[in-house]
């Protein structure tokens, strides 16, 4: 089992001479270890006490084990050096040293160890907290600022790369660039076994006026808060974008994996199951998953409001508050940039998916799912008997009427798809082979391509325009001769309308288009899936998009053109 420490991360502040003579009150209220009465008069003291007390208070009592300080010049200067005051000359009784002779930095390290020793001197007994003091210029450049945060990241990591990082991270203390710098290094950071458990900050502009413990005077009291959440917006903003445009939901799933589940957990399940369905190339499962995941997009977005912070009162309410906000931005980012998938027919999700580079699901999606598309919208289905002697069949198999050898047939090409799918890349060709039925001469799937009317081979030729209008060469199907191939393949199609088994609202020409770009299209999508090394007859992926490009403007020409 690899060993943890707890790590605490600052940029020290100096102290304000004119108002340190007394220390300020701070507590924390935000977690179930509710904290009062922290004193300090250093700014970073009281982040300090309260991460040494949270810790202390747990089940496990832990000790805080680093502190790693990126101090600057002027913090190891004495503390006069900002400004004379009479109280400066006292002694203090509990560090027992001029305040004023003492630098910032020791004046914070005599105070942190002092504190340790009173508050938890059995925690403590044989151990000590380590410091580490990293060093910057009162002005430094940015390039000495990203040394002085990555100097500061290996002390944090220190040197056992097994070993597993709480870090605590005090936000106030030093320059703020200096501390934007330490959130980007510790962001970085969690790829190497360290996880940011708090981001500490301090509301001065929200001071409370309550009693004090020792005096009965009021006083007023600054609130320690964690605002963890907030300052991972980047790692939100990555995440938003990792998905929508590669369609992984890994970032997102990350940075809301506290998320309440009646307020986002299910969307969140819903964009995964939808994720995966999508990089697994599901078509059926993509297309049932989207309509899911729209109707939970869209119930989320027209019921969110902002969350009343005023009204939380933990840690993790208030966490979950703020997410559940930032939430709500995501979901309406994802509306808009899903709306081509979530909102589109068949067409635009295939332009959806070229766009966003998923070309084996674009290539998917058009040879599985525009079978069902063709019928649909009326492009290529059967005839009225034809579909009769269809559904007959199905009857047969679902009925147990069959013989063995059919319903194994079936069962093979049949069942495990979609019925509209497997009529047009199945039964539509080898429905012949079935024996139940076969006494009937009469049925449609007995006829013959010998019986197909001439088709005009013009009608072919259109479709080497589109390619030539690109200044591409139009592709072979299978080989050499894998032109006349797909030619005579998509004239079989057209000559299923001939015999009467197929109808179409379109004109034969724009049919054959169609069809001999499903035939292209369905040969590369195969080529792809068994790693066909056929270099002469692979498409480049370049060409592939122009070609799915195409295909998809044809459908939407077509599609409008008989509505």
């Not at 020792?214 to 808060?225: K, L």
Request: with cysteine; charged share 30%; aromatic share 10%.
């Amino acid at each position: 089992m690899s060993k943890k420490r707890n790590v605490l991360l600052l940029s020290l502040s100096v102290m304000n001479v004119r108002n340190s003579e007394n220390e300020s009150s701070y507590e924390y209220t935000e977690g179930r270890n509710q904290i009062y009465g922290i004193k300090g008069r250093l700014t970073n003291e009281a982040p300090t006490k309260y991460v040494i007390e949270n810790l202390a208070g747990r089940r496990m009592q832990e000790c805080l084990d680093d502190i790693v300080i990126i101090s600057s010049d002027t913090t190891k200067m004495p503390i006069r050096a900002k400004g004379e005051a009479a109280w400066l000359d006292r002694t203090d009784p509990l560090l027992q040293s001029p305040i004023g002779d003492m630098s910032h930095l020791e004046y914070y390290e005599k105070s942190i160890q002092y504190y340790v020793k009173e508050k938890h001197s059995d925690l403590y007994k044989d151990r000590n907290i380590n410091y580490y003091v990293i060093d910057i210029l009162d002005q430094p450049q940015q390039l000495e600022v990203a040394q002085a945060a990555l100097e500061a990241a290996q002390k944090v990591l220190g040197n056992n790369d097994d070993e597993k990082v709480d870090l605590y991270i005090d936000y106030n203390g030093g320059p703020r660039y200096v501390a934007s710098m330490i959130l980007s290094i510790a962001n970085m950071m969690k790829n190497r076994q360290v996880e940011i458990k708090e981001v500490l900050t301090m509301n001065y502009d929200n001071k409370s006026m309550k009693k004090d413990e020792i005096t009965g005077e009021e006083i007023p009291v600054i609130p320690i808060q964690n605002m963890k959440a907030v300052f991972e917006s980047g790692e939100l903003v990555s995440g938003l974008n990792e998905y929508l445009i590669y369609g992984r939901i890994r970032g997102l799933k990350n940075y809301f994996k506290e998320l309440n589940a009646e307020k986002g957990g299910n969307i969140l399940k819903r964009m995964e199951e939808f994720s995966n369905e999508l990089q697994l190339c599901r078509t059926n499962a993509v297309f049932k998953k989207k309509e899911e995941l729209k109707e939970v997009l869209e119930k989320f977005n027209s019921s969110s409001s902002e969350a009343n912070l005023n009204q939380q009162n933990s840690a993790k309410k208030v966490n979950n508050a703020t997410r559940e906000m930032l939430f709500a931005y995501v979901v309406h980012d994802i509306l808009a940039g899903y709306g081509d998938l979530l909102d589109g027919e068949l067409p635009e999700v295939i332009s959806w998916c070229v766009e966003k580079d998923f070309i084996q699901q674009a290539l998917t999606f058009f040879v599985e799912r525009m079978p069902i598309y063709f019928w649909e919208k009326g492009i290529f289905k059967p005839t009225s008997q034809e579909e009769r002697e269809y559904e007959e069949l199905k009857r047969a198999f679902e009925n147990g009427e069959m013989s063995e050898d059919d319903q194994r047939l079936y069962r093979n090409h049949y069942e495990k798809y979609d019925d509209k799918y497997a009529w047009l890349t199945g039964y539509l060709k080898h429905g012949h082979n079935f024996a139940y039925g076969k006494e009937n001469s009469g049925l449609m799937r007995n006829k013959k391509f010998s019986d197909f009317v001439q088709v005009d081979p013009n009608a072919f030729e259109n479709i080497k325009e589109v390619f030539k209008k690109g200044k591409s060469k139009f592709p072979r199907m299978v080989s050499k001769d894998g032109e006349v191939t797909n030619k005579e393949s998509m004239l079989k199609y057209l000559g299923y309308l001939d015999i009467g088994r197929a109808e179409t609202n379109l004109s034969r020409e724009k049919l054959a288009e169609l069809l001999a770009y499903y035939e292209l299209l369905k040969t590369q999508r195969n080529k792809a899936n068994h790693a066909d090394d056929d270099s002469e007859n692979i498409w480049s992926y370049e060409f592939l998009c122009k070609v799915l490009k195409a295909a998809v403007l044809t459908l939407q020409e077509a599609v409008c053109s008989v509505q």
